[in-house]
T-cell receptor, first 114, second 111 residues
């Protein structure tokens, strides 16, 4: 099976702009989670979607939003970008019947905000 | 308040020796504990997990130990290989679609 794919891989934006990142999960996986990785804060959970519904949300401002489509693909959007939003954004998918909560990560989108 | 802590930012070992990576957690309600490996410019790769009802799980060169009374888990890699050089994250799962990660330990295995 193909792994989790994320597009674009790299992105440069300026403060105040908005950005949309895309994630395609492993075929058959219906849960998609998003994480932000920064040197200071490590890997932090943003939100999780299952069957087009947000099931869980991390402690991020409302500028961070997401959605999931009927084919399980997901997008996340960050509006009014700030310098501190520069980070690696990781998407992960997981299968049904997964009590241990194992998630499979994509390569990430590296966002630089100038 | 950090719920998962990896107190050693880095670890250096000789090829062929044992690597021991440690992780502490605060909440005894976590169900599963996982280890991920991350190379630069790649996403984390799942390595091994352990349920809260077990104290040991083994997969090839990788063994995870869980000490619930101490709220401590460790990952043993034997024998260590240069290709194991990477950042290792421990994570906990409470079956809510959310993983809580430690800050990571950078392992360097010297040939």
């Amino acid at each position: 099976k193909a792994g989790v794919t994320q597009t674009p891989r790299y992105l440069i934006k300026t403060r105040g702009q908005q950005v949309t990142l895309s994630c395609s999960p492993i075929s058959g996986h219906r849960s998609v989670s998003w994480y932000q990785q920064t040197p200071g804060q490590g890997l932090q959970f943003l939100f999780e979607y299952f069957s087009e519904t947000q099931r869980n949300k991390g402690n991020f401002p409302g500028r961070f939003s997401g959605r999931q489509f009927s084919n399980s693909r997901s997008e996340m959007n960050v509006s009014t970008l700030e310098l501190g939003d520069s980070a690696l954004y990781l998407c992960a998918s997981s299968p049904l019947d997964n009590p241990q909560g194992t998630q499979y990560f994509g390569p990430g989108t590296r966002l630089l905000v100038l | 308040d950090q719920q998962v802590k990896q107190n050693s930012p880095s670890l250096s070992v000789q090829e062929g020796r044992i690597s021991i990576l440690n992780c502490d957690y605060t909440n005894s309600m976590f169900d599963y504990f996982l280890w991920y490996k991350k190379y630069p410019a790649e996403g984390p790769t799942f390595l091994i997990s352990i349920s809260s009802i077990k104290d040991k799980n083994e997969d090839g060169r990788f063994t995870v130990f869980l000490n619930k009374s101490a709220k401590h888990l460790s990952l043993h890699i034997v024998p260590s290989q240069p290709g194991d050089s990477a950042v290792y994250f421990c994570a906990v799962s409470s079956n809510t679609g959310k993983l809580i990660f430690g800050q990571g330990t950078t392992l360097q295995v010297k040939p």
